[in-house]
């Protein structure tokens, strides 16, 4: 995974982090262009330049050999990675080409950026934590939740909120869901 003081994930809505997630972030930012962004290949500039960067005739051979075709041509080497990753695609979930519109890896990455966000960085009420500890709820969820989730001496500050109408960052209700699945469970 790339360093955060060169990359950053700006798909991340703001109040949140811009440091890679493994794999999410890749799949989400790289769907765009098929799966493997465009890069430029500074060697081939260099095997034709005038100055003597490659003193003998095996380097040159060698860097020529390895590093000298253009990247970006469609038998180049990202081309031929963009087709498998497509026809991979295709195979696993179903997908069709279309002719005209976004790619079937730009589609993907697009739900999955979807599925992932709406998740990932959507607030927590007590609506919410009521249905992700499996109970149903009216408008008066604040009251289901205060029912279910009841205080402790010492509460913990991101409870103690829910239970009294804020909303919180998936983060922070995944480090508290088990104490209050195991309270809730007790109450029943």
Not at 51 to 59: A, C, I, K, M, N
Request: net charge negative.
């Amino acid at each position: 995974m790339a360093p955060p003081n060169i990359v950053a994930d700006h798909t991340k809505p703001n109040g949140f982090t811009k440091e890679l997630e493994m794999g999410m972030s890749c799949i989400i930012c790289h769907s765009d262009n098929d799966g493997y962004n465009t890069v430029k290949n500074d060697i081939e500039l260099l095997l034709g330049a005038d100055g003597e960067f490659f003193t003998d005739s095996e380097t040159i051979d060698f860097v020529a050999g390895r590093y000298g075709d253009r990247l970006d041509s469609p038998d180049g080497i990202i081309g031929r990675a963009r087709r498998d990753y497509s026809k991979s695609v295709v195979i696993l979930t179903n997908y069709k080409i279309e002719a005209d519109g976004p790619s079937i890896v730009s589609r993907l990455g697009r739900k999955i950026k979807e599925i992932y966000h709406n998740y990932r960085y959507k607030s927590i009420d007590a609506t919410r934590a009521c249905l992700e500890l499996g109970v149903k709820v009216n408008e008066k969820s604040l009251l289901t939740l205060k029912t279910l989730v009841p205080t402790f001496p010492d509460e913990d500050i991101l409870i103690s909120l829910l239970r009294n109408g804020a909303t919180i960052k998936r983060d922070d209700f995944e480090a508290i869901y088990g104490e209050m699945a195991n309270r809730g469970k007790n109450e029943n």
